[in-house]
Nanobody, 116 residues
Framework: QVQLVESGGDLVQPGGSLRLSCVGSGTSFSMYPMGWYRQGPGKLRELVATITRNSSTNYSDSVKGRFTISRDVAKNTAYLQMNSLKPEDTAVYYC??????????WGQGTQVTVSS
């Protein structure tokens, strides 16, 4: 059974940093693209960052230059390093893996709150 489990969410002050982890199980994710979405209070779910099987990355304009997505194939894990956090980054962050155009698995989400 494929599962993704996120961790690393926390309460952090503006300007701080967090690193989110997304650990996959049930199969190897090494050949598949992964990414992170977020959903803030009262907002639609927003694509934050993606990473291909070759580790090519893309970011939303709102996080470019502050967030870094990476993956560790041996650990079947994707990461989201978040620096210079702002209150508007407050959201539940979800990771996903795409096994095909129509097969996507999601994690349960991890809460990030940026507040003084």
């Amino acid at each position: 059974q494929v599962q993704l489990v996120e961790s690393g969410g926390d309460l952090v002050q503006p300007g701080g940093s967090l690193r989110l982890s997304c650990v996959g199980s049930g199969t190897s994710f090494s050949m598949y693209p992964m990414g992170w979405y977020r959903q803030g209070p009262g907002k639609l779910r927003e694509l934050v960052a993606t990473i291909t099987r070759n580790s090519s990355t893309n970011y939303s304009d709102s996080v470019k230059g502050r967030f870094t997505i990476s993956r560790d194939v041996a650990k079947n894990t994707a990461y989201l390093q978040m620096n210079s956090l702002k209150p508007e980054d407050t959201a539940v962050y979800y990771c996903y893996v795409d096994f095909s155009l129509r097969t996507r698995y999601w994690g349960q989400g991890t809460q990030v709150t940026v507040s003084s």
